[in-house]
């Protein structure tokens, strides 16, 4: 019996070690340098990832010529890029602009889409709000965001890209796109988005900027691109505005179960997803790009 348990207890002692080893030496993986690559050609061999449940990560696996990774959110991906896990990985390109202006290690490789890049349409690179099927909201915000002039969707980005910067520090000057409607008797739009997806939408702890008060996470604030459209989209129906902060694989499930109104979160008007809710025009457009870390 004594021999029995002995041999148990060091059965366990080698798997704890065994287990410790595996986190303390990782599988080393050889890094490929895809800085130089023109066109998806030069990406072959690279591990390249894209978030979960997103066409990034769609179109990533129709490539053939990489290795795929996915991660459940942006900030984990810039996480295992950092650390040499990936080579790269999938963002718009307002991302891109976001995060190498907050980190000058860090490239992005500009392809464009149908062309040198991704095979994309324009519903797979814009965005767009999503309703429940069957609402009625898709045709009344359609004509709010057609007041919305490309030029000012390019300059509310060139803001939105600079304040992620720093997200409590004042920008300085107003905001590209607001509305004159204080009146907000129409009752409260419920808007669910990430708050963590920069520069279309992130966290931070001070109302500066026009930030909105997130209703499921006290003492925080939304901010981003998305943000400032769901305040002009509210306004410009008379109505409140709520944002709540939800993980991207339960956005679409908590709208189809009513939980909120609507989705302003980045999100693509897909065919996939278009057949369990209905979406709006697209309120920007964008280029896919690969973001990478430059050789030291």
């Known amino acids: 019996m004594k021999n ?25 993986r050889t890094p490929v340098d895809i800085s130089g690559a023109t066109d998806l050609s030069g990406l072959a061999g690279a591990t390249i990832a894209a978030q979960s449940g997103t066409f990034h990560l769609d179109a990533l696996n129709t490539l053939g010529n990489v290795n795929v990774k996915e991660y ?3 900030s984990k991906l810039l996480v295992a890029l950092q ?8 963002a718009e390109e307002p991302t891109a602009l976001s995060v190498v202006l907050s980190d000058p290690t860090l490239g ?20 767009a709000v999503a309703f429940k099927t069957g609402s009625d909201m898709v045709a009344k915000v359609n004509p709010v965001i057609a ?3 490309a030029e000012t969707r390019s300059a509310l980005m060139a803001q939105i890209v600079t304040m992620s910067e720093d997200t409590d520090k004042a920008l300085g000057e107003d905001i590209a796109l607001a509305s004159d409607n204080t009146d907000t008797s129409k009752g409260t739009l419920r ?22 008060k997130i209703s499921n996470a006290s003492g925080m604030y939304a901010n981003g691109y998305d943000v400032q459209v769901a305040k002009y ?5 008379g109505m409140a505005l709520e944002v709540y902060a939800v993980e991207w694989d339960s956005l679409i499930p908590g709208l189809q179960a009513g939980t909120y109104d609507g989705i302003i979160a980045g999100m693509s008007p897909t065919a996939d997803r ?15 790009v690969i973001i990478y870390k430059k050789a030291n």
Do not use: H
């Open 191 to 212: 808007i669910a988005m990430e708050c963590n997806y920069q520069p279309f939408n992130w966290t931070q702890t001070t109302d500066v900027n026009g930030a909105v």
């Open 72 to 74: 459940e959110d942006f």
């Open 274 to 288: 278009e057949e369990v809710v209905d979406f709006t025009d697209c309120y920007y457009n964008s280029n896919l």
């Open 147 to 149: 007041t919305i002039s």
């Open 4 to 28: 029995i348990r002995l041999i148990s207890v060091l059965a366990v002692i080698c798997i704890i070690f065994g287990a410790l080893a595996l986190v303390a030496c990782p599988e080393e």
């Open 83 to 90: 650390a040499g896990a990936i080579d790269g990985y999938v």
């Open 108 to 127: 992005y490789i500009p392809l464009v889409n149908n062309s040198t890049g991704f095979t994309a349409t324009d519903a797979d690179t814009g965005i």
């Open 233 to 237: 989209i509210a306004a410009e129906l």
